[in-house]
Structures are given as structure tokens and as C-alpha cells.
């Protein structure tokens, strides 16, 4: 019998960061489609960042930023109480950066595509810039939204690199499935490996193809 | 009276151009902008209902300031009161055809006014479909009902009706006068139109280049040019009015407007809409330049 623990931690840690990734994407996207700004690019640049770089040079910052031995991290450990370093709080933050392409691309690129004359109209009517996304912008970008929830979340059960440098290997706190799976291969447990890894397969799996089933129309009254 | 002073630099396909507008508006006027695409009229109705902002002009609406860029004046678009509707008409997708006009109510106001657009612009089978699911011509009488619903003073239309067949066209046309009357409205009609344009309005401005250079009665600005010669064309009856003893029945025959007295034997079976040949027996044909 395998130790579900990291998978249940894995799924935690996903479904935590997606919640908080939706409420911070929707805006960052939405001034991303919206706005003129000069520093525009830098912030864009910024937010793509996760895509390329290696998620160690990532982890290894955060780690540098969150110790309790700098400034910013001597901050949140007092002000706070949040010790971020090989903590599940950690790890939830440092997923938030890492992930965060993957929710706010496909919403912005869902806000561009959107008609301006939708909130156009909307304005013409007298209703607020926040009325008008929560009832006439979100509601038409539904599939954009979903697809940005659903790479997060599976990009985020997908972490390893990120997680060993700033979670470590705490059984309980932050040892997630992606981190148990390397460990019961370096003890040679092959067959708990693949325990681990086959269910996350079949459960990435399972999730990406309902987006494409949704998205693409298969299941209609889903989407409507 | 609604007061337009507004100047931009529009940047074109053709590079920059000028907009300057003059205009003044009487309460009640039907008033349409007139010319070629790109001329400026789109840009008019979006600094009207501040969606665009003149680079300097006033705008004072019923001796309220809504834009006076020297004093730094701007009203949003949701502080102003009018009614638009969109060249592509705008409906949310999200929302049934009862749910966009409902969307559109003010704070506390009344539903009746639901109620009574949806009678008058006949939408009651129509009220629980998706915008999608309508045609051109519903989804237009859906976009007019819903820039109605807060009773504005001012109603914009911008090329309200280019997406539609002849025969709705004339039906829609009919439904702008009703509420321009009805609601007493001042409205400003962007089209191409002009055979709609000499039905619906009261004054066209004629629009070259971001100016307006020239303005009065369509059918006046539209019929300088006729002169009848011995040809024989084929047009569209505009209108019939009777003078005294004779009619007058205006044709539009491709693009030019004219207008043709008949005995009451002849426009007998004639209505609006119909398609007849002009034919004259002039034995000098006039020959002059156009512009």
C-alpha cells in the first residue's frame, strides 16, 4: 500500500494556488489586454519569465528572498508569522510565481479577443468598469478562464525543481508527489514510483482532455 | 440643444486627418452624418458618447457640460445620458434578449419600460433567445429596445442598418422613427444611405474629410444635381407626398435622388419601396460638371 500523503499534499497545494492564482490573474491579465503603459513589456516579460527559465533558478531566488537571514524575509517571518522556507505557505507563494504564465496568458489572451464593444456598450449604459467585467467580460471568456485554471492547476501538480529548493522533502509539509516519486526511485522502490507516476499521468491526463472537450465544443451544454 | 465643438487628429489609412465638427443640435432634430467611409462620422457619435476624447472642443448637451477640454471637463460614458447603438449592435452573448434590455436598467428604476419596448419592438416570442440565435434585423431591434431602456434624450445610431436587406431596412427604419418620435428623442443617425437618410431625417451633414461641408434638407442637398433629359432609368419610389392637385414622388435611382410629379392615375399602385422606371422626353439634355 502506497503513502498517499504526497499525493493528497500535491492536489492541496494545486487547488490553493489555482484559487489564489484566478483572483491575482484576472486583474494582472486584465491590465495586461487593457492598458497603454510604457512598462507594459517589462511587466509582460516578467510574468513569462516561468516559461523558460529553469524552475531551479527560480526556486533559488525565492529561496534567497525568503530567508529569514534578508530583510524581506526577517518581514514576513515577524510581521507575518510565515516561515516561507521548506513550509507548505512557501511553497504555495512559490508556486503562485511559478504558475503564473499559465493563468494569465490564456485570459488575456481571451480579454484582447473579446469585442472592445461589449465594454463599450456596457459603459454607454452607465455601468462600472467592475460591472461590466463581472457581468458582461468573464462570463464571455469562460473557456479562456477554464483553460487558465486548468493549466495552473496541472502545471502546479507538475512542479519539482521549484519545490526542492525552497520546500525540501518534509513528509506532510512539502514532500508532493513529483518529489516522492524521485525519492522511492533513488531507494530503487520502482514499483512505488510508478504507482505515484502513473496516477498522476492518468490524472493530468484526465484534466487536460476535459479542457479540450469543453473548449472544443464536444460537450456543449458544459460551455453554454 | 446639444452644442458640438470638437477637433482630433484621427490617425487613417490615408495618414493623419483633422476631424473638425461644428454642429448644433435642436431638441427633437433628426439629424444624419453623411459620407464616405473614413470621413469621420463613426469617430463624431464616439466623442459624443465619450468613448474617444477630443484632443480640444466642448460639448454642452441641454446647458449641461459634458466636455470643455479647456476647462478639463470630461463626463465618462457611464455619466452620460444616451442612447447608442452599434454598427455590429453590441448585444452580450452571455445574455438572453430579456436579460441585455434588464441588464440595462438604471439603479431602482421601473421594469415597465421592459415591458413596453418589448411590445413595441415586438419581442416578446423573442425574450428568452440568445442574441446568436437571432437574425440581423432582431438582434438590431433587440440593440435599439436596449439603448432605450434608461429613456435617454439622445439616441446614436451608427450605421444601424447596413447589415440588413431592403425589406428590413424599411421595416427597421420605420421602428428609429416610431421611438424618435414617440420618445421624443434627439438622434443622430450615422449612414449611407440615401434613401433612408431622406426618410429618417430632418438635416444631413454632409461629411469630407473630418469636415462637415455641407449641411440642410436631404432631399434638397441630395436632388442638386438632377436634371432630366430624355433617358429612361430604374429606381426605388422613396416617397409619394401630394401637392395640391399633382403628387410628387421621389425615386432614388442608383445614388442620386429624384423627384417626379404624377397624375393620382398614376401612383394608383404605387407604394413605398416599389421598384419603377423614370422616363422623360426632354428634347435638350443639359450637359454640366459635377462638383
Avoid at chain 2, 427604419?173 to 431625417?201: A, C, F, M, P
Amino acid at each position: 500500500m502506497i503513502d498517499w500523503e504526497p499525493l493528497i499534499l500535491t492536489f492541496k497545494l494545486a487547488l490553493i494556488t489555482t484559487v489564489l492564482l484566478l483572483f491575482l490573474g484576472i486583474p494582472l491579465a486584465y491590465w495586461l489586454a487593457y492598458s497603454k503603459s510604457k512598462i507594459k513589456p517589462v511587466i509582460e516579460t516578467l510574468v513569462s519569465m516561468p516559461l523558460v527559465l529553469p524552475p531551479t533558478v527560480i526556486g533559488f531566488y525565492l529561496l534567497l528572498a525568503f530567508s529569514p537571514s534578508n530583510t524581506f524575509g526577517n518581514w514576513v517571518s515577524e510581521w507575518l508569522g510565515l516561515h516561507l522556507i521548506f513550509s507548505f505557505e512557501g511553497l504555495v507563494i512559490a508556486s503562485i510565481f511559478y504558475s503564473l504564465p499559465f493563468m494569465v496568458q490564456p485570459i488575456q489572451a481571451g480579454l484582447s479577443s473579446l469585442p472592445k464593444q461589449y465594454k463599450e456598450a456596457s459603459y454607454v449604459l452607465g455601468k462600472s468598469k467592475f460591472k461590466t467585467l463581472l457581468k458582461i467580460i468573464l462570463p464571455n471568456i469562460k473557456p479562456a478562464l477554464l483553460t487558465g485554471i486548468v493549466l495552473s492547476f496541472a502545471h502546479t501538480i507538475g512542479e519539482f525543481g521549484v519545490v526542492l529548493m525552497i520546500g525540501g522533502n518534509i513528509p506532510g509539509k512539502t514532500k508532493v508527489a513529483s518529489i516522492a516519486i524521485y525519492d522511492e526511485v533513488e531507494a530503487l522502490n520502482y514499483s512505488t514510483a510508478n504507482t505515484y507516476s502513473l496516477i498522476l499521468l492518468i490524472i493530468t491526463f484526465s484534466i487536460l482532455l476535459i479542457v479540450y472537450l469543453i473548449n472544443g465544443g464536444y460537450l456543449k451544454k458544459m460551455n453554454r | 440643444m446639444i452644442q458640438l465643438l470638437l477637433h482630433k487628429k484621427l490617425h487613417t489609412a490615408k495618414g493623419m486627418m483633422p476631424l473638425d465638427i461644428d454642429l448644433a443640435i435642436t431638441p427633437g432634430e433628426f439629424v444624419t452624418l453623411y459620407g464616405a467611409s473614413g470621413a469621420g462620422k463613426t469617430s463624431t457619435l464616439r466623442m459624443i458618447s465619450g468613448l474617444l476624447t477630443p484632443d480640444n472642443g466642448k460639448l454642452v448637451v441641454n446647458d449641461v457640460v459634458w466636455l470643455d477640454t479647456s476647462k478639463k471637463t470630461n463626463l465618462k460614458p457611464q455619466q452620460r445620458k444616451l442612447g447608442f447603438v452599434f454598427q455590429d449592435y453590441a448585444l452580450f452573448p452571455n445574455m438572453s434578449v430579456l436579460k441585455n434590455l434588464e441588464y440595462a436598467l438604471e439603479k431602482h428604476q421601473d421594469n415597465s419600460i421592459i415591458t413596453e419596448l418589448i411590445d413595441m419592438m415586438e419581442l416578446g416570442e423573442l425574450q428568452h433567445q440568445k442574441p446568436s440565435t437571432l437574425s440581423g434585423g432582431q438582434q438590431q431591434r433587440v440593440a435599439l429596445a436596449r439603448a432605450l431602456v434608461q429613456q435617454p434624450e439622445i439616441l446614436l445610431l451608427d450605421e444601424p442598418l447596413s447589415a440588413l436587406d431592403t425589406k428590413m431596412r424599411i421595416k427597421l427604419q420605420d421602428y428609429i422613427l416610431k421611438v424618435h418620435q414617440k420618445y421624443k428623442l434627439t438622434t443622430i443617425l450615422v449612414s449611407h444611405n440615401i434613401g433612408e437618410i431622406i426618410k429618417l431625417s430632418d438635416r444631413v451633414c454632409l461629411l469630407e474629410q473630418g469636415k462637415i461641408i455641407k449641411s440642410g434638407i436631404p432631399s434638397t442637398i441630395f436632388a442638386t444635381h438632377q436634371m432630366s433629359a430624355k433617358f429612361q432609368f430604374t429606381g426605388e419610389v422613396l416617397s409619394i407626398q401630394k401637392e395640391e392637385v399633382v403628387f410628387i414622388v421621389t425615386v432614388l435611382i442608383g445614388t442620386n435622388v429624384v423627384k417626379v410629379i404624377a397624375q393620382e392615375s398614376e401612383i394608383a399602385n404605387l407604394t413605398t419601396g416599389d421598384t419603377v422606371i423614370v422616363a422623360s422626353k426632354a428634347f435638350n439634355p443639359v450637359i454640366q460638371k459635377v462638383l
